[in-house]
């Protein structure tokens, strides 16, 4: 056991969030090494919109609109981190849940070269998630 827990607003942000995401995170905090935080998980089309914007984002399409993906920030000496140092630890953690339990999710740095802190559900049911789960339209909204 690792003796981290995810926050309040780490759990507030899972909201929302595929139940396979958000088990394999509740999972991870459980055994890594390196504490962290979801920093991000739902987002709506303004937000993602405002992300592209600045460049900490390169779609509008993103896996956040659908509840599909997850950002895991380091949390360092009691605040977020982006310094790659820190992010071999979740990883391990992220991938040794993921392989335990076999589950469709993949890391935003392995697909990309970039974004340590995102991992996403890409496939399911061997299509597009986005085709298949839509948190908005769950929820009628
Ligand atoms: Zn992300």
């Known amino acids: ?3 981290y827990r995810l926050s309040k607003r780490s759990l507030k942000e899972l909201d929302g969030v595929h139940p396979i995401l958000a088990f394999a995170v509740m999972q991870a905090i459980a055994i890594t090494k390196q504490d962290f935080m979801v920093f ?8 993602q919109a405002k992300l592209v914007a ?3 984002s390169k779609t509008n399409n993103s896996c956040h609109l659908y509840g599909l993906a997850v950002d895991l920030v380091a ?3 009691g605040k977020p981190s982006w310094e ?4 071999a630890g979740i990883r391990a953690a992220m991938q040794e849940i993921i392989s335990r339990y076999d589950l469709p999710i993949e890391w935003g740095y392995a697909k990309w070269g970039w974004d ?7 496939t399911l049911e061997g299509r597009d ?4 789960y ?3 339209k769950i929820r009628g909204r």
């Open 84 to 87: 790659e140092r820190y992010y």
């Open 129 to 132: 998630a986005r085709e298949v």
């Open 40 to 47: 991000d998980g739902l987002r709506t089309p303004e937000e």
């Open 75 to 77: 949390f360092v000496d």
């Open 54 to 56: 600045k460049g900490s």
């Open 116 to 122: 340590m802190p995102h991992w996403q559900i890409t």
């Open 1 to 3: 056991m690792s003796g």
């Open 134 to 136: 839509d948190i908005r």
